[in-house]
């Protein structure tokens, strides 16, 4: 297979074996199956994924990448319409990264081979012409039956293997069910291939422009083309894709259908603040995206701390509700509501705060609807997460959940007012819940009205915590006017966290936990808990 420059990203993943043996598969689950991992040993090589396998993934490490695989098996298989489980190549080697490719192609609608095998009831159909028409040599002799649809590398880095949780709790190693999450993403379409020309100049693969690449648009608003040049100038021109310049935060975004749904009508969105923000000031009518990393990449969404970032401070484990409303307009079949209730990426500001009542509720799905009243049962789920900044939301609805690691509201963003009105019940009653968490930010205030509960294993009713970096903490660490990187603390505060994580956090209602009510962690100011006439905790 020709060598390819490839707009996808770079994180990480395990440990090795000194032992070869054949290659095996596993099935993930091990009940009706939705992927088999096509686990390469030590010593064998893919061509057409130009993998080369050096040393081997571990029964730990495995465990792990499977709980980061059981994410999406979760969110995809009830839609999935593959009659047998969907092989993907996974293979360590020596890197200080992780990785992951599948090809959009023609005849596969835009889709990558590992979304197409989801999502296309004729996929085995066109799959087998593509095999049969295709003059790469790597590909001779396959067969529909052995092709793998996706390949994911796993690099050697000092990896934490355990399980999905809200919040990362890796300390200093790196996050690996995590980094299996975003590497899948990778996969299912969120990457795009760029290609040098003999002059120099980047211009977007022709003949690898999926549906990600289609949906994104560059600093003025000018939509990819195939074949179009990539340009670092920051000039208008409606024939070259245009960002502002050669660093990551540059002006590109992505959106598409749900995405718009998700951020409502008007919403623009900052790029994050990081260590990476030179250069770009603006604001952009959708995901923000990586632009170059001294090549073009686009293919990570910078999101603020979101895990399919490539930002060196990340505190999701999972996908934002926008993240997942991107791979549906991919093409992807699922339900989104069933991982979250509501999501709110406004922002006001600090002189007029957006008010806005919150009537969505969280609840069990069915038939893709609510069945009100009835708790959802997936883990990891979100009641309702506050994304944006000087927002002043009033929680009316009742969010109820009894998934493991499931939270009924998470906050972020800045200067946020939330009230859980009285009569409003916020439970996240699985093992590890947290019916309240601030994880990111300064000034907000928090009032309980309501109820509020965590009852299950480990539950935390009101959590204040900005978790672990999934890349490690001596990579960077934050928190309330903390911020180092490579354990070093910086000359200046970042603006976001350069205060108190809560003004105020006021009980008047009800807060439970079986493991906490209140819980502060050491990364955490909150400047007053004010425990008001008629609470109980």
Known sequence: MKQLFCLFLMLGLLGLCPQARASYDHLVPEETPLFQLHILENGEENAYWEADAIGEIDEKALSSLRAGLDYWVRALAP??????????????????????????????????????????????????????????????????????????????????????????????????????????????????????????????DAAFFGLWSKGLYDMHGTRAEPGMEISWDGQADSEKFVLANAGSFSGAYFTGDNVQEVLGEGTRLSFPESDLSEGYDGTVPGLPVNGSEGTPELSHIELQNGLMSHQSWRN?????????????????????????????????????????????????????????????????????????????????????????????????????????????????????????????????????????????????????????????NGTEYRGSWMWTTQNVSQGSILSKIDGALVKAFNVSGSLKGSAAAISIAENAFVEEINILSGAEL
């Open 79 to 204: 839609q999935a319409v593959n009659r047998k489980p969907v092989s993907i190549l996974l293979y360590h080697d020596m890197e200080d990264n992780a990785s992951a490719i599948s090809f959009s192609l023609e005849g596969f609608e835009g889709l990558t081979f590992l979304a197409a095998a989801l999502t296309l009831e004729d996929y085995e159909a066109r799959l087998q012409h593509f095999l049969a028409t295709t003059d790469d040599e790597d590909l001779a002799g396959v067969t529909p039956s052995s092709f793998t649809a996706a390949a994911i590398e796993i690099g050697d880095l000092d990896w934490h293997y355990g399980p999905l949780t809200a919040l990362p709790e890796n300390g200093d190693q790196f996050h690996l069910a995590g980094t299996m999450v975003h590497e899948v993403a990778h996969a299912l379409g969120i990457s795009a291939i760029a290609q040098e020309n003999e002059s120099g100049t980047y211009v977007f």
């Open 316 to 472: 999701w484990t999972t996908f934002m509700e926008a993240e997942l409303a991107a791979l549906q307009d991919l093409g992807l079949k699922f339900d989104r509501k069933q991982l979250f209730g509501h999501s709110i990426y406004a922002s006001g500001s600090e002189t007029a705060l957006r008010e806005f009542t919150n009537t969505n509720g969280y609840f069990a799905r069915e038939n893709g609807s609510w069945v009100e009243g009835t708790p959802n049962e997936t883990p990891l789920g979100i009641g309702l997460h506050i994304y944006g900044s000087y927002n002043d939301v009033t929680q009316v609805a009742d969010l109820l959940t009894i998934g493991e690691e499931a939270v009924g509201i998470r906050v972020e963003g800045v200067g946020n007012t939330l009230t859980v009105a009285e009569g409003t019940r916020i439970q996240a009653d699985g093992a590890g819940g947290s019916a309240l968490l601030v994880s990111y930010g300064k000034n907000h205030t928090i009032t309980l009205k309501g109820e509020a509960t965590a009852l299950g294993e480990g539950g935390i009713a009101a959590r204040f915590d900005f978790g672990d970096n999934i890349l490690g």
